[in-house]
């Protein structure tokens, strides 16, 4: 059974950390670039950043450069997405996906798998 999940969210403060996990089973991660979303209450769903398939290779949208980073472990078949300096305003369900050979966060791209999402809440 193919799945890709996404976990790790939760409610942290102002100026907090985080890190969310995407783990796929029943595929490997090993040739698809992956690509981290988030889509805040009544806002379109927006790119974050993806990393290649090697890792060696990261983007990221204006708004998380410098506080959000990508990372993946391909013997574990998991990705990561490290998020420093959190403000109430990345209040959101975060989403990954998978596409194959690509490193991509637009939403209008065809990915091959979608996770279900976590909510990370930002809040005092």
């Known amino acids: 059974q193919l799945q890709f999940v996404e976990s790790g969210g939760g409610l942290v403060q102002p100026g907090g950390s985080l890190r969310l996990s995407c783990a796929a089973s029943?595929?490997?991660?090993?040739?698809?670039?992956i690509s981290w979303f988030r889509q805040a209450p009544g806002k379109e769903r927006e790119g974050v950043g993806c990393i290649s398939p090697s890792g060696g290779r990261t983007n990221f949208a204006d708004s998380v450069k410098g506080r959000f980073t990508i990372s993946r472990d391909n013997a574990k078949n998991t990705v990561y997405l490290q998020m420093n300096s959190l403000k109430p305003e990345d209040t959101a369900v975060y989403y990954c996906a998978a596409a194959r050979f690509a490193c991509r966060y637009d939403v209008r791209y065809s990915y091959n798998y979608w996770g279900q999402g976590t909510q990370v809440t930002v809040s005092s």
């Open positions: 029943g595929f490997t991660l090993d040739y698809y670039g």
